[in-house]
């Protein structure tokens, strides 16, 4: 019995001590006014009137308010060969559709919260994930839904979008809750398209695979291992490694003038 008790309280610590942790040291705001939070760039997007070349990005950054102690809001941006601006593609809970793609700045602060870069292409990698992009995005199964927990959400859209296009082969970090949300399956390939990943709704599961590592999904929460940032993952804060976790990029940067 008491080996019983101090496992459960073992894994309540694991699953509660992150987040207390956020709240606590983390730097998130729970009384922010979203309509003076920092909406500002951050500078970590190719500047379009410089960049010829296509380009595409995958963000995220901490959720805003109280939702930042357990989760990020993940996004994905894109930029046609020779436009001058960006398109921002994804789910937020307050528009209808919940999918939107809309022109706007690619890196600003999320309410508040700096963005960090998954992922960057540029030029014809980036041309060839542009086009499949913009044909499937009619076919994401969850337009007209957002659940915050534990999903569809943004981040469910954001790794549904990463499967689809090989070229994105980038893994969420392991605080993109939602991002195992599989809907009525219950088997599919990692969002990187390195492994493998079993979930009954978000709720539970696990996922394995080159760029994800080790995940174990418990109400939507992750513990797992990050073989890539000798690391491991916790609820709430996310990876604690010896190097740079793999899901984080430095600014995204293209040649200036390309022929794309």
């Not at 509660?16 to 730097?27: E, V």
């Not at 705001?29 to 500078?43: E, H, K, V």
Request: glycine letters at 14%.
């Amino acid at each position: 019995m008491l080996r019983l008790l101090l496992g459960a309280l073992t894994l309540v610590l694991l699953l509660g001590g992150g987040p207390l942790y956020m709240w606590g040291f983390g730097g998130i705001d729970t009384r922010g006014d979203w309509r003076s939070a920092d909406r500002s760039s951050m500078g970590l997007a190719p500047d379009p009137t410089q960049t010829h070349a296509a380009v595409v990005q995958v963000y995220s950054a901490r959720a805003f308010d109280w939702r930042g102690i357990f989760a990020v809001h993940a996004w994905v941006a894109t930029k046609p060969r020779g436009a001058a601006h960006y398109t921002v593609h994804q789910v937020t809970g307050w528009g209808y559709p919940a999918l939107s793609s809309r022109i706007g700045g690619p890196d600003r602060a999320w309410f508040g919260s700096q963005p960090t870069v998954h992922a960057t292409l540029c030029g014809r990698e980036a041309e060839r994930a542009i086009e499949r992009i913009e044909t499937i995005l009619p076919d994401y199964p969850y337009r007209d839904r957002y659940r915050a927990w534990p999903g569809p959400n943004s981040n469910t859209f954001v790794a549904w979008l990463i499967r689809e296009i090989p070229e994105l082969s980038v893994s969420l970090p392991s605080t993109a809750i939602g991002k195992d949300f599989l809907g009525d399956e219950l088997v599919a390939t990692s969002p990187s398209g390195t492994g493998v990943q079993v979930s009954l709704g978000g709720l539970v599961g696990a996922a394995v695979g080159l760029q994800e590592g080790l995940e174990l999904n418990l109400g939507g929460l992750i513990l797992g291992i990050d073989p890539a940032a000798l690391g491991i993952k916790l609820p709430g804060i996310g990876t604690l490694g010896l190097l740079t976790p793999a899901y984080g990029q430095s600014p995204g940067e293209c040649p200036a003038v390309a022929a794309g």
